[in-house]
């Protein structure tokens, strides 16, 4: 099972990497996000890949997919479903909408209103939706991608901190590199990568990756030390909202996701110290009595590499 999964994983980076030049560590996050059964946000500006990431992500395994685009408009039961009269039948049946669907691209997810957000909350949280008293379990796999643009204010409604929470990490791919803008130019100009990528991996196989993460050791030294940046998060003074239960949580199942995507059956410290800022970031709230000249998620991450220098790493 374990080399089985490990060249399957290894081709799948490589497929993706066909797509995505030059992010070879942001290909590997999301691999972890999907492997520890969690949820990504990648925020960015317009026009670096966000959304390309998360068709190249779907189009390589071999299950179903939905892209959601959030407007102003958008209603909870355009994601979620409804429930419709049926005369043949005589009764309502449910009509699933497109979070039924093992990957989900939630597209500028920020621009649609806090009540269709909400509708994302019981599927990200329990992969499951409640209609009308009736509970109807998702598909699995299951994993939402969702983009926003930081930049981009207007129009817009903010994701609360209870959202953010359910989202395993927040992702940053900036711009590419001289040498992997030059590839994209010239590929771009060939063929849509894209258009050519094929399935790597098929949904069984992500589930059974899923369970084996789990199986990954932990030293109780290593959770020591994943709790005590916790602890410091919550009592930082610039910092007046740290981490909850659910991202001490987030922290350990990616950790032991990246181990094993490394092909090991037990987590380094490494592990858990280079998981810290993607998975911690975005449930920090910065105090905002203290004056900063970074923008909140650099200033929220500037706080945690403090963090991190002062906590020592078990040996």
Not at 76 to 98: A, H, K, Q, Y
Not at 116 to 139: D, G
Not at 159 to 185: K, N, T, V
Not at 280 to 308: D, M, P
Request: include cysteine; charged fraction near 25%; aromatic fraction near 6%.
């Amino acid at each position: 099972m374990a080399l089985a999964a490990a060249d399957s994983i290894a081709r799948l980076e490589r497929a993706l990497q066909t797509v995505i030049r030059g992010k070879d560590e942001v290909i590997r996050l999301a691999l972890v996000t999907l492997f520890a059964r969690g949820h990504l946000l990648i925020e960015d500006v317009p026009g670096v890949g966000k959304t390309t990431l998360a068709h190249a992500l779907a189009r390589s395994f071999d299950c179903a997919f939905q892209r959601i685009q959030f407007t102003s408009d958008l209603l909870p039961s355009d994601v979620i479903g409804i429930s419709v009269w049926s005369e043949r039948n005589e009764r309502f049946e449910f009509r699933p909408g497109p979070i039924f669907a093992n990957i989900v691209l939630a597209d500028e997810i920020n621009r649609t209103t806090p009540k269709t957000q909400s509708a994302l909350l019981e599927a990200m949280n329990e992969h499951q939706v409640t209609v009308e008293n009736h509970t109807h379990p998702l598909p699995q796999p299951f994993m939402v991608m969702a983009t926003q643009n930081p930049i981009e204010h207007h129009g817009t409604y903010p994701l609360p901190e209870s959202q953010l929470d359910r989202f395993l990490m927040r992702l940053r791919l900036g711009y590419p590199d001289a040498a992997s803008e030059r590839r994209i130019l010239k590929s771009l100009a060939e063929s849509d990568p894209l258009a050519a990528l094929e399935p790597a991996m098929t949904a069984d196989q992500a589930v059974a990756i899923q369970q084996a993460v789990r199986r990954v050791a932990v030293d109780e030294a290593l959770v020591d030390y994943a709790l005590a940046i916790v602890a410091r998060t919550r009592a930082h003074e610039d910092l007046s909202l740290g981490v909850s239960p659910r991202g001490a949580l987030a922290l350990y199942r990616a950790a032991q996701a990246r181990a094993f995507i490394e092909g090991r059956g037990y987590c380094l410290p490494d592990d858990f110290q280079s998981l810290v800022l993607p998975v911690f970031a975005h449930r920090c709230v910065v105090n905002s009595r203290y004056s900063w000249t970074l923008k909140r998620g650099e200033q929220a991450e500037a706080i945690l590499r403090e963090i991190i220098d002062s906590i020592p790493v078990p040996l």
